[in-house]
């Protein structure tokens, strides 16, 4: 039977009061980097619609994001990163506003071991740069680390064997110890337009951003007819190869008629106002991409 525990780690024993503190310090920092990368998604869905609009191109939303024919970018870009984080939730697909950590603790003799859940790049990071978290996985489909000897291989095996029974009815980690909850997809930190501001991208990602956006709908225009048949994800993969080879001039020439019309830095001002916006069947694609 295979056994796949590439998120598992072993930290030491040193007292349930220890482990206690130690999660919720790794807590804190994961709600810290939260915050952050929240903030810096919140900031590019705004500004695409800010550059829009003050580039004079009308602004189409689906209609759940639209009040009396307007929106405003700073609570548009909130809900939507919040509908994003939900459907991951409720539906366990992947998001890059998928904000879900968990950590298992299975207590051992002379040791506990860990099994860290969650899709954020930047949260594993945090963890493993905390100096009680040691890698301490297994896999039996390829071949160990080069820096883990046999002996250590063949022991971590059997604990997580011992750990995580996989022979009669199956059995989670919560079942053989403590989950510590350190972030879910809902009740996520709240954003300031002034935190969207700290965290906003450039003038030059900003113009690139928005040339792509404008470039898409000409791309599609002239695509073959028999690629209007493909899927969305092969049509976007399309149209980012055309980006970066032929269509390379096309966009450098758009952005320099970009760059000139956009403000050098988003405002809060900009990122609170009400601009007028229509309904649309489907998003915009570059807000799509986000």
């Given at each position: ?195 969207m501001c700290a965290f ?70 900009s990122f609170l106002a ?17």
């Amino acid at each position: 039977m295979n056994i796949n525990v590439a998120n598992g780690y072993r930290l030491p024993t040193v007292g349930l009061g220890y482990i206690h503190q130690f999660l919720l310090r790794f807590g804190q920092r994961v709600d810290e980097a939260t915050h952050g990368l929240l903030s810096r998604a919140e900031a590019r869905l705004a500004c695409s619609l800010t550059d829009r609009y003050k580039y004079g191109l009308e602004v189409h939303l689906p209609a759940t994001y639209i009040s009396d024919g307007h929106v405003v970018p700073a609570e548009f870009a909130a809900r939507r990163v919040a509908d994003d984080a939900e459907i991951a939730f409720r539906k366990g697909s992947r998001s890059p506003h998928d904000y879900f950590c968990r950590v298992a603790v299975i207590p051992r003799q002379d040791h506990v071991l860990a099994l860290l859940y969650t899709s954020q790049r930047r949260f594993v990071e945090l963890w493993e740069s905390l100096p009680e978290v040691r890698g301490y996985g297994y896999w039996d489909e390829s071949d160990p680390p080069e820096d883990v000897s046999e002996s250590e291989w063949e022991q971590r095996r059997l604990e997580w064997e011992q750990s995580l029974p996989l022979v009669g009815a199956p059995r989670c980690p919560g079942q053989m110890g403590l989950f510590f909850q350190a972030m879910t997809n809902r009740n996520l930190p709240e954003v300031t337009a002034s935190d969207m501001c700290a965290f906003a991208p450039t003038l030059e990602e900003r113009t690139m951003a928005l040339a792509i956006d404008m470039l898409y709908p000409e791309f599609l225009r002239h695509m073959e007819h028999d690629d209007h048949q493909l899927p969305a994800w092969a049509v976007m993969l399309e149209f980012s190869e055309w980006i970066d080879g032929s269509g390379m001039q096309r966009k450098e020439r758009k952005m320099d008629e970009v760059r000139s019309k956009l403000e050098p830095l988003p405002s809060e001002e900009s990122f609170l106002a009400q601009i007028p916006a229509s309904v649309a069947t489907d998003i915009d694609p570059m807000i799509a991409r986000l």
